[in-house]
T-cell receptor
Framework: NAGVTQTPKFQVLKTGQSMTLQCAQD?????MSWYRQDPGMGLRLIHYSVGAGITDQGEVPNGYNVSRSTTEDFPLRLLSAAPSQTSVYFCASRTQGKNEKLFFGSGTQLSVL | GNSVTQMEGPVTLSEEAFLTINCTYT??????LFWYVQYPGEGLQLLLKATKADDKGSNKGFEATYRKETTSFHLEKGSVQVSDSAVYFCALNNRGSTLGRLYFGRGTQLTVWP
């Protein structure tokens, strides 16, 4: 049971480069989300999706794009990376109903030089 | 609005010491409250949760009680182990807010020495 899989684990970019962080889950969860984690800031929500074809902005969406063409995949795109986007990124998916539980991937550590 | 405030770290304890990590929250409506743990190099894992006032969440010797009167959800463990060294995050999910969105505290680093 793979759960939530993120790739890559580490990435170094130059300012202005673009890249896509991949996220896939095999639990058939409708809800998926992206967070960034910065020292002393906790986790902040970037974008989220409540199902295929439906996405919305979170707390810190600027500089990031998402799409949700399938239930399984929820990629996060940086169109023009900036040093302020240096962070650890976590993808998460959620169960439905009363026993809600958020499952996190192992994270992508991104450095933008 | 919705927010979570947890005690600043880092917290350093000897093995078998008593642990308390304070967490208070602000929320509209009736939130669910959570503690997540992050071990080095890993993503966050749910440690325990409580969905209504006076509920006590517990797991792996950790406990936290949902106190509506003090808007608190403090994490406690009677005897910590070296393996408990991790970052602990308090969080809330307000059912009236964005579906499934969790509001996180800043995290508290716990280090336990043998």
């Amino acid at each position: 049971n793979a759960g939530v899989t993120q790739t890559p684990k580490f990435q170094v970019l130059k300012t202005g480069q673009s890249m896509t962080l991949q996220c896939a889950q095999d639990m058939n969860h409708e809800y998926m989300s992206w967070y960034r984690q910065d020292p002393g800031m906790g986790l902040r929500l970037i974008h989220y999706s409540v199902g295929a074809g439906i996405t919305d902005q979170g707390e810190v969406p600027n500089g990031y794009n998402v799409s949700r063409s399938t239930t399984e995949d929820f990629p996060l795109r940086l169109l023009s990376a900036a040093p302020s986007q240096t962070s650890v990124y976590f993808c998460a998916s959620r169960t439905q109903g009363k026993n809600e539980k958020l499952f996190f991937g192992s994270g992508t550590q991104l450095s933008v030089l | 609005g919705n927010s979570v405030t947890q005690m600043e770290g880092p917290v350093t304890l000897s093995e078998e010491a008593f642990l308390t990590i304070n967490c208070t929250y602000t929320a509209t409506g009736y939130p669910s409250l959570f503690w997540y743990v992050q071990y080095p190099g890993e993503g966050l894992q749910l440690l325990l949760k409580a969905t209504k006032a006076d509920d006590k969440g517990s797991n792996k010797g950790f406990e936290a009680t949902y106190r509506k009167e003090t808007t608190s959800f403090h994490l406690e463990k009677g005897s910590v182990q070296v393996s408990d060294s991790a970052v602990y995050f308090c969080a809330l999910n307000n059912r009236g807010s964005t579906l499934g969105r969790l509001y996180f505290g800043r995290g508290t680093q716990l280090t336990v020495w043998p």
